[in-house]
């Protein structure tokens, strides 16, 4: 049996159950936002470490678990470049502080079989998937999951229509998470378009990233990925666009925003990343 070690340090999110699940139920408490009723389907959450972004990708897959019982979590990982082929996790479990997450087979077996655009899952430590695994846990404790990395390219809408098409005709209940952070801007990055003044923060909150979420709301998705590749305005859009996809298949039409800030918010420093939280 394969089981996926937690990989990123303690710095990222909690490593004991108790730590764990007492931010969890912290984040809930202090930032409890409220957004309508509703059948969701899937959701777009940030990747940072939990200090940082833990609260909004907290509320999003809490949003998610609620009122249906969940046959399948499908999260949607990214980091890679446009030509890359998807990337899926080999595991047969995954290892969480609240304990293991078993891997679900017959659709997943299949989603091998009708992409032939995988690559072999050489294993390298990525936060995109990792980072939300223990929300998930938590929310949907006995919730099997399948895991991939999406591209920025029209292979992570494929790959999204497949996977729920293939959901839908087993008429099973799932839910899509969709990882990516949105602008990396400053010298951390590599990235001072627009200088190092209060402007380019404005720039970042108004212009860059609010783009790319009007486009996650209209859920269209090329413009999102054009706009991500161009402008650098997320780091990891195929998981978001994978995510989008498999949502519209089910029956969602548009996106809502749960909410957006950068980690200027929450620290104020010269290089800094924008958060969206978006569900449909």
Known sequence: ?????????????PHDKISC?????????????????????????PHAGWYYSGKLACQVIQKL????????VIIFGGHLRKGDNVIYYDFDQFETPLGNIYREN???????????????PEYTIDNTVEIQLPFIKYFMPETPIIAFRSPPSS??????????????????????????????????????????????LQWVKYENDKLIIDYF???DEDSAINHALKESSACSVGGAIACMEASRVM????????????????????????????IY
């Not at 394969?2 to 990123?8: A, R």
């Not at 678990?65 to 399948?72: A, E, P, R, V, W």
Request: proline letters at 1%; aromatic letters at 12%.
């Open 1 to 13: 049996m394969k089981i996926k070690k937690m990989d990123l340090t303690s710095g990222w999110y």
């Open 21 to 45: 699940e007492s931010e969890i139920k912290q984040y809930l408490e202090e930032y409890n936002l409220d957004l309508p009723d509703h059948q969701w389907h899937g959701g777009i959450v």
């Open 65 to 72: 678990s609620m009122g249906k019982n969940i046959d399948i």
């Open 106 to 120: 017959e659709v997943f077996n299949i989603i091998l079989d009708r992409i032939k655009e995988f690559s072999s």
């Open 155 to 200: 292979l992570a809408k494929r790959l999204g229509c497949i996977i729920a098409e293939e959901m839908k005709n087993r008429n099973m209940n799932g839910v899509f998470i969709g990882s990516t952070d949105l602008t990396h801007y400053g010298p951390n990055y590599g990235f001072t378009s627009h200088g190092m003044s209060d402007e380019a």
């Open 217 to 219: 709301l209209s859920m």
């Open 251 to 278: 029956g969602s039409s548009k996106g809502h925003l749960v909410d957006y800030y950068t980690s200027y918010d929450v620290r104020k420093d010269d290089s800094f990343v924008g958060y969206a939280g978006v």
